[in-house]
């Protein structure tokens, strides 16, 4: 069965802190993904890895960044995490056909509140 | 214009009737359609994905692609209230196209009533 982990399903986190959110996926895909979803928003792409070592900025990096040292790992950091990051985080593996993801399979979510 | 357009609803229907959810989308490139269901507090999950036009069936549900109008559908026979969810369309290019990312919809929130 397909498996995608978020570290943690809720977290409280201070201004200014800096925080980290881990994602591990078991099914050896190239692809991986950092989303946020805010109601009437939808998913919003923050960061994406095609490989290790490998990132790229999706349509709202800002305040984000990322780290994926091994293929089945991706971490989304929050450098400096602030009241409007407060958000469902969601990370995606990817199956890819050549350079296309044509598939996600999604973990929990963690939803992150900073106060 | 956002390239994918999906009604955010809600959609309230009575159980036992049929569902119909749509998006359409403007990039004539999208080979690749995907339904997501996602249930209040947990991740999307991967219900249907079709290539390139036609029909396909699982159960109760059946996708449907309308590539000429690029329009894309999910049915829903016999909706239950475990039905309830909010279903979000994803779509991605075709062969030459560089891009890794899936193009989502804002999702559309259904409830079935009992």
């Known amino acids: 069965d397909v498996k995608v982990t978020q570290s943690s399903r809720y977290l409280v986190k201070r201004t200014g802190e800096k925080v980290f959110l881990e994602c591990v996926q078991d099914?050896?895909?190239?692809?991986m993904f950092w989303y946020r979803q805010d109601p009437g928003l939808g998913l919003r792409l923050i960061y994406f890895s095609y490989d290790v070592k490998m990132k790229e900025k999706g349509d709202i990096p800002e305040g984000y960044s990322v780290s994926r040292e091994k293929k089945e790992r991706f971490s989304l950091i929050l450098e400096s995490a602030s009241t409007n990051q407060t958000s469902m985080y969601l990370c995606a593996s990817g199956i890819p056909t050549g350079r296309l993801t044509t598939e996600a399979f999604f973990g929990q979510g963690t939803r992150l509140t900073v106060v | 214009q956002k390239e994918v357009e999906q009604d955010p609803g809600p959609l309230s229907v009575p159980e036992g009737a049929i569902v119909s959810l749509n998006c359409t989308y403007s990039n004539s490139a999208f080979q690749y359609f995907m339904w997501y269901r996602q249930y209040s507090r947990k991740g999307p999950e991967l219900l249907m994905y079709t290539y390139s036009s036609g029909n396909k069936e699982d159960g109760r549900f059946t996708a449907q692609v309308d590539k000429s109008s690029k329009y894309i559908s999910l049915f829903i026979r016999d909706s239950q209230p475990s039905d309830s969810a909010t279903y979000l369309c994803a779509m991605s290019g075709g062969p030459g196209d560089s891009n890794y990312q899936l193009i989502w919809g804002a999702g559309t929130k259904l409830i079935i009533k009992p």
């Open positions: 099914m050896d895909h190239e692809n």
